[in-house]
């Protein structure tokens, strides 16, 4: 089936640095999504990605849509203790479907 | 706005018995998907419910079902649960059926022992 190739797989950087990771696919999706979930919890979409080559901010997070449209970073900004967690990134291949393929994550440590 | 509610939060079951979980969507939220979520596969889509309709299946064994109510409110099912069926279960919302912004609920907990 699809599938979605997420890296790094795990970061653990230091408070203050800059964070870049992406997903690639052999598939052509018609929007991407990046959510980040804590422990305990469903993940929280963070920025969503609708045409090929947009750049979108929300804060200190950025995401592209590959021009291929096959492909997405997120990068993170200045990292604080509370961006841990992990990102996940998610593909919608087909518009009339609510359906979501999803990165296998990254897990973000940051140290203070 | 209330957000996605999923009820129980934890549930403990015996294999071989059978289980329903809750959601309840964003107020005005016409879309309801369900997805497992474990350590080796991650997060794996289920099915997704519109009007009352299931619109898309995942690759699941039909121990797996869902329905859909006219008040959008959805509930899946597990029958013969097995050891492999422990997983973290998320519902998200869409506001209609194809719209890929999807709001998740903080999941409910399954364990098969």
Known sequence: GQQLNQSPQSMFIQEGEDVSMNCTSSSIFNTWLWYKQEPGEGPVLLIALYKAGELTSNGRLTAQFGITRKDSFLNISASIPSDVGIYFCAGQLDSNTGKLIFGQGTTLQVKP | ?113
């Open chain 2, 1 to 113: 706005k209330a957000g996605v509610t999923q009820t129980p939060r934890y549930l403990i079951k015996t294999r071989g018995q059978q289980v329903t979980l809750s959601c309840s969507p964003i107020s005005g939220h016409r879309s309801v998907s369900w997805y497992q979520q474990t350590p080796g596969q991650g997060l794996q889509f289920l099915f997704e419910y519109f009007s009352e309709t299931q619109r898309n299946k995942g690759n699941f064994p039909g121990r797996f079902s869902g329905r859909q109510f006219s008040n959008s409110r959805s509930e899946m099912n597990v029958s013969t649960l097995e050891l492999g069926d422990s997983a973290l279960y998320l519902c998200a919302s869409t506001s209609q059926g194809g719209v890929a912004e999807a709001f998740f609920g903080q999941g409910t907990r399954l364990t098969v022992v």
